[in-house]
């Protein structure tokens, strides 16, 4: 008797455990917020992606796969700033699932937990690719991305109580390594200076120390002209920049007609996680453009 009371109670507690709990499916727009999610979440998550680690996050469609994948979704985690205003609003209204529309527990803009820069509430289009409420390109910030952890963790613990302590254990050991990564990131590329083809990588300038002296585009999005071309022909020659820095899909043409110009490199750099071999996750990101920036 003492036996199969042992045993009922045994079934009730491991059927009511969190342990058997469904998977909470989130929905993330981009790869580092996946690979984020990833991290505190760990087996208690599945991430779906939305745009592809060699896509212009700048430039996407919204596409009935998107739609399907956001139906089924708990949580959608977006960067903000305007980056996917061209594409999620549709893809969340279209999938009339109503955990995660606006308002609710399993919307997130991820930038709520940032300080962006370059705020212009003032700037239209008229301007370029602007974005009125702030550069959004702040996956690339070391000193930021330690809130966007925990902002992700508290959202997590919201939807799925249950396993909060999982969830701040996994926050944990993400930022004791963010930790120990800026330690080594901080003092490498202290005093270099480049030319950048977009207003990508002002946040990773700011937290480790080096400048952008100039751009290639002159206006966000829009090709440069012969004009400025030339302009920027003379200010390199003079002030001698480190490199001229882009992404893969950032005015290859562009960069390759000054450096033959000036004779300064180009270094193309990986702007997201799985955007090439050997970057799997966000620290993976981080580590190769300060070792391709530091020349090592």
């Known amino acids: ?24 499916n989130v929905l993330a727009t981009l790869p580092w917020i996946g690979s984020i999610a990833k991290d505190i979440g760990g087996d208690r998550v599945s991430v779906t992606v939305l745009v592809k680690p060699n896509q212009d996050p700048h430039h996407i469609e919204a596409r009935p796969s998107m739609i399907s994948a956001a139906r089924k979704a708990d949580i959608v985690m977006f960067n903000g700033l305007d980056l996917e205003i ?8 279209s999938s009339r699932n109503p955990k995660i529309q606006p308002g609710n527990p399993g919307y997130l803009d991820c930038s709520r937990f940032v300080e962006a820069i370059e705020i212009d509430f003032k700037a239209d289009r008229s301007q370029g690719d602007v974005h009125p409420l702030g550069n959004p390109h702040y996956h690339l910030s070391t000193s930021r991305m330690g809130k966007v952890g925990r902002g992700i963790a508290e959202a997590l613990s919201a939807l799925d109580s249950g396993n909060r302590a999982l969830y701040m254990a996994n926050l944990a ?31 990773l300038a700011a937290d480790l120390g080096f400048r952008i002296t100039g751009y290639i585009e002159q206006r966000p999005g829009i090709p440069p002209s012969s004009g400025h071309m030339a302009g920027l022909v003379a200010s390199m020659s003079r002030e001698e920049p480190n490199a001229l820095i882009t992404t893969s899909y950032h005015g290859g043409k562009a960069a390759d007609f000054l450096s033959k110009k000036t004779g300064v490199k180009t270094i193309v ?12 996750d966000w620290f993976d990101l981080v580590d190769r453009i300060v070792h391709d920036l530091s020349g090592e």
């Open 1 to 24: 008797m003492l036996i199969k009371a042992f045993l009922a109670l045994f079934t009730t507690l491991l059927l009511s455990g969190p342990a058997l709990a469904a998977e909470l």
């Open 86 to 93: 061209g594409y999620l609003p549709v893809i969340i209204e």
């Open 173 to 203: 050991t993400f930022e004791k390594k963010l930790a120990e990564r800026r330690k080594e990131w901080d003092g490498r590329l202290k005093g270099k200076n480049y030319v950048a083809f977009h207003r990508f990588f002002e946040y």
């Open 269 to 280: 750099l990986p702007h997201e996680v799985g955007s090439r071999e050997g970057i799997d």
